[in-house]
């Protein structure tokens, strides 16, 4: 335990991780102290199915926002994968996994479409990401139409294989799901911190033009980064199908926040040129707890989750935006300094 912290201290923005993992041993000790059914192995891992989708898009969505931009068409990225492959498998007779396939690349193409706009026109993030929100949220209602089973119902039905991908347990106890979890965040680990890729991510969110004098292909590196998002939430529309057992366009619509949440908690500024894998795999694990660790424990009704979210990323912003305040930081040091002449002045 104290190597891996050690190793954890050592890696990127490692005093913010430090606080993630006192953040998420905080959770356990007040949420175990109130219910102990809280510490069952068994249900934390049956609980991860609610939230690690978040834990799986909020990992690449990181990359966007290390290079100043944000992703705020993910969630309906997530029920346009999912209406695809039950359209495409039902009403299209394809096999399940030309379907899963087929989903994942119509994802991309999203992805690439919005990069573009941002990459190539210089139109804002927020813009292309909101408008793309709604667009694919349209296809996705429109590919419904494709279907002979009613959008309301859901396509359901789905071969066993497929249904596998959540049912099945890794030794008996572990999710599948968990598996592919830790499989996406090794590979946007290495990608951000271990390779020229990541390197540039960074250099473009600290300094586009610099950037450019260096040779990066800056557009290219900010298309890139919209792709992995948008497959990333391919992933979890098929994990979350998978779970549920049925195709809806409108699935994982309140996603959002928490994806968005879980980067900044995780250190990532939203201005850009900073941020950490390990730290938003922390921060998503620690929101997912307190969504499962409140209704379990102190009887919250699961239609007011939103609302600790909120204040945490509030929170997190605002704080986050003092500290790096020249004049807060000033003020601080002149307190300091005072406080230290008086100890002097009292040890003469």
């Not at 949420?31 to 609610?50: I, M, Y």
């Not at 379907?99 to 990069?115: D, E, H, Y």
Request: aromatic share 10%; proline share 3%.
């Amino acid at each position: 335990m104290k190597t891996w912290f050690n190793r954890l201290r050592k890696g990127p923005n490692f005093s913010w991780n430090a606080f993630l993992v006192l953040l998420l041993v905080m959770e356990f000790v007040i949420f175990g102290s109130a219910n102990q059914k809280f510490l069952r192995p068994a249900l934390l891992l049956t609980s991860a199915n609610d939230f690690l989708p978040v834990c799986m898009i909020s990992i690449f969505v990181t990359f966007v926002m290390i290079t100043g931009g944000i992703d705020i068409q993910v969630s309906s990225i997530v029920g346009l994968t999912s209406i695809v492959v039950g359209v495409a498998w039902q009403d299209f007779g394809l096999n399940i996994w030309a379907a899963v396939a087929l989903a994942v690349i119509v994802a991309a193409l999203c992805g690439a479409l919005s990069g573009f706009f941002i990459a190539y026109c210089g139109v804002q993030a927020m813009v292309v990401t909101l408008g793309g929100s709604f667009l694919y949220s349209g296809l996705a209602l429109l590919v419904s139409t494709l279907s002979s089973t009613e959008s309301y119902q859901g396509i359901s039905g789905f071969p066993d294989p497929f249904k596998q991908i959540t049912k099945y347990k890794l030794f008996g106890a572990v999710p599948l799901q968990i598996v592919i979890f830790l499989v996406l965040l090794a590979i946007a680990y290495l990608l951000l911190h271990r390779t020229k890729y990541g390197r540039r991510v960074y250099l473009v969110g600290v300094n586009p033009q610099a950037a450019r004098y260096s040779g990066v292909n800056t557009c290219r590196v900010i298309m890139s980064t919209y792709i992995l998002s948008a497959v990333s939430a391919a992933v979890a529309g098929v994990v979350m199908t998978s779970y549920l057992g049925t195709a809806k366009s409108d699935l994982g619509g309140n996603l959002t926040m928490n994806i968005i949440t879980a980067c900044v908690l995780g250190g990532t500024l939203s201005t850009g040129g900073k941020g950490s894998i390990i730290g938003t795999g922390l921060a998503s694990i620690a929101i997912g707890l307190l969504r499962f660790g409140m209704p379990l424990c102190f009887k919250v009704n699961t239609q007011y989750l939103d609302i600790p979210i909120g204040v945490l990323l509030l929170v997190v912003v605002v704080g986050r935006s003092l500290a790096g305040n020249p004049a807060v930081i000033a003020k601080f040091g002149r307190l300091r300094a005072g406080r230290k002449g008086k100890k002097e002045q009292a040890a003469a």
